[in-house]
């Protein structure tokens, strides 16, 4: 079912009516009462959209600009920049095994995670960040409030040589940061906490559980537990800030060290602590995807690409370029 997010809907029905945003809620509100909780707040709008004559969705598949795509489409097709790529890695479940991948999608109205497995993965090798991509046959996935288009071995990928692309930068100061997206933020980090160790199945990641007298896995049993790691960070850009959350790979990255010499702080934390003082305050560029951590209540950034030494004037002439061209 292709899902419209409820302020999108709002938008929709204002941009085509004589309505103004209050009325809608009004009318909306008022057809939730009639209902008595029978459909949710979506469908209500849903509803006085077609009692307006209003069609809410006018394209649910092939060729889209990223502000169209919604949660639930299929065969879908968008052309757009390669602003990220992250690494592929190899998964092993109880019912299943493979590979996924995945690399950031941009075009001038929006930015997209594009989410491959298995065998499509593999053409990772051949997308390179600055590349313009063309997208068929995905299908969208909500994940973390957000949407990624998802491929399998029926969808395609083409790298299209010559062709240019305007794009809406997804870097973002930190008041600007939604839940659910991706995006770049440059950052002074203003506190840093201890690094939580936690053990996990070397075979297959997984976290262990503490079993008699050792740890045992879900999957492969009594095990001989290997360690992972994560630590919190707050950034601040002068504008707000946020806790970034670095695991193992960007762990690593932030405090560019190998495994073994993170995991020497597992029985000397006392040594961190003066590691910390080399960092706390420098400042880093942070690509990763918001999320919302409903414990606390706010808006947290999840690592996934750590650049320890951007260079600021660089990446300011770069967005003031992106910024023109939109213009033109």
């Given amino acids: 079912m292709i899902r419209i997010p409820y302020e999108q809907l709002i938008e929709k029905i204002k941009s085509e009516s004589s309505l103004t945003e209050a009325e809608i809620e009004a009318r909306i509100k ?12 979506e469908g209500a709008a849903h509803i006085i959209a077609n009692q307006l004559g ?18 639930g489409m299929r065969d879908v097709e968008v052309t757009g920049k390669v602003m990220q790529v992250y690494e592929t890695r190899e998964f092993k479940t109880e019912k299943r095994e493979g590979k996924v991948g995945s690399f950031v999608l941009a075009d001038e109205t929006g930015s997209i995670r594009v989410v ?9 090798k051949s997308i390179s960040e600055g590349s313009v991509a063309r997208i068929q046959g995905g299908y969208v996935r909500e994940r973390n409030n957000g949407i990624e288009i998802h491929m399998n071995d029926r969808g395609k990928i ?16 930190i008041s ?28 297959c990641g997984k976290r262990t559980k503490q079993a008699n007298n050792g740890f045992a896995c879900e999957k492969h049993g009594a095990i001989e537990p290997d360690y992972s790691y994560v630590l919190n960070a707050f ?14 790979n960007q762990l690593q990255q932030l405090l560019n060290k190998t495994k073994e010499q ?31 951590n409903a414990g606390f209540g706010r808006t947290e950034l999840i690592a996934q690409r750590v650049n320890t030494s951007p260079d600021i004037e660089k990446e300011k002439k770069v967005i003031e370029e992106e910024i023109s061209s939109l213009k033109k």
Avoid: Y
């Avoid at 600007?176 to 075979?203: D, H, M, R, S, Y």
């Avoid at 029985?267 to 990763?288: M, R, Y």
């Fill in 30 to 41: 008022e057809k939730l009462d009639q209902l008595s909780g029978l459909i949710s707040k």
């Fill in 54 to 71: 209003i069609r809410v969705l006018e394209q649910t598949s092939g060729k889209l600009q990223i502000k169209n795509i919604l949660s």
């Fill in 116 to 124: 491959l497995w298995n065998d499509t993965a593999d053409k990772l």
């Fill in 158 to 173: 083409s790298i299209e040589q010559g062709e240019k692309v305007n794009v809406k930068s997804i870097e973002k100061k």
């Fill in 176 to 203: 600007e940061l939604k839940e659910g997206e991706e995006a770049e933020i440059f950052g002074t980090i203003v506190q840093a906490f201890g690094i939580n160790f936690f053990e996990v199945c070397p075979g």
């Fill in 235 to 248: 950034l601040d850009d002068g504008t707000d800030s946020i806790r970034a959350v670095f695991f193992r």
């Fill in 262 to 292: 993170i995991l020497a702080f597992k029985d000397s934390p006392e040594l961190f602590e003066q590691e910390k003082h080399l960092f706390l305050g420098s400042t880093i560029k942070v690509a990763g995807r918001t999320i919302n």
